[in-house]
C-alpha cells in the first residue's frame, strides 16, 4: 500500500513538472509573437517611413535564443521532437519503456554537454565584458546563460520521461 502511495506522489510531482515546462512553451510562444511584432515594426519603418531601426535584427537574434532553449522543454514535454516512429511504434508496455529510457539517457548526455558549454561560454562571455555586435550593443551575458538553463530543464524534462517509464517497468500499464 505504501508503495502505491509513493507511486502517487511521484505521479502528481511528475505531473506538476510538466506543467511547468508547459509554460516555458508559452513563454517561447509569447516571444514569437513579440519578434513578428518587431519584425513588422522593422519593415514598416523601413519600406513606408524611409525609418530603419538599429536594434531590430539584434532582438529577434536573441529572442530566437530565448525562444528555442526554453521552448525545447516543453517539446520535450509532449514528445515533439522528430523520432524514428516506424520502429518506435512498433514498442508497447515495458519494452518501450525501456527504448524511451535509453532515448533519454543519450539525450541527457547531449544536454548535459550543452550545459556546460554553455555556461563556460557565458562565463568567458561576463568575464570579458562582450557585448553585441549590432547597434544597441547589450551585453551578450544575460541571453548565453539561458542556454545551458533551457539545457538543464530538456535534462529535468528527461529525467521525467525516465522515472514515468521506470514506473511503467515496475508497475506495469502504457506509456
Keep these: 500500500m505504501e508503495t502505491v502511495k509513493n ?18 512553451g508559452w513563454i517561447a510562444g509569447g516571444l514569437a509573437f513579440v519578434m513578428m511584432l518587431a519584425l513588422v515594426r522593422e519593415v514598416g519603418g523601413r519600406y513606408f517611413f524611409n525609418s530603419p531601426t538599429d536594434w531590430a535584427l539584434d532582438i529577434n537574434a536573441f529572442l530566437f535564443i530565448i525562444m528555442v532553449f526554453l521552448g525545447s522543454a516543453y517539446t520535450t514535454a509532449i514528445d515533439g521532437h522528430v523520432r524514428a516512429d516506424f520502429i518506435y511504434g512498433k514498442f508497447r508496455g515495458k519494452t518501450l519503456a525501456v527504448v524511451d529510457i535509453i532515448i533519454s539517457i543519450i539525450c541527457i548526455a547531449y544536454a548535459v554537454v550543452l550545459v556546460w558549454q ?4 557565458a562565463w568567458e562571455s561576463f568575464s570579458a565584458g562582450e557585448v553585441s555586435s549590432g547597434g544597441i550593443r547589450v551585453p551578450l551575458f544575460p541571453i548565453q546563460i539561458l542556454i545551458p538553463i533551457g539545457s538543464f530543464l530538456v535534462c529535468l524534462c528527461f529525467l521525467s520521461k525516465i522515472l514515468r517509464s521506470l514506473l511503467v517497468i515496475f508497475k506495469g500499464g502504457e506509456i
Design 118 to 121: 554553455g555556461t563556460s561560454m
Design 7 to 24: 507511486a502517487n506522489k511521484l505521479n502528481q510531482f511528475l505531473d506538476r513538472l510538466d506543467r511547468y515546462f508547459k509554460i516555458t
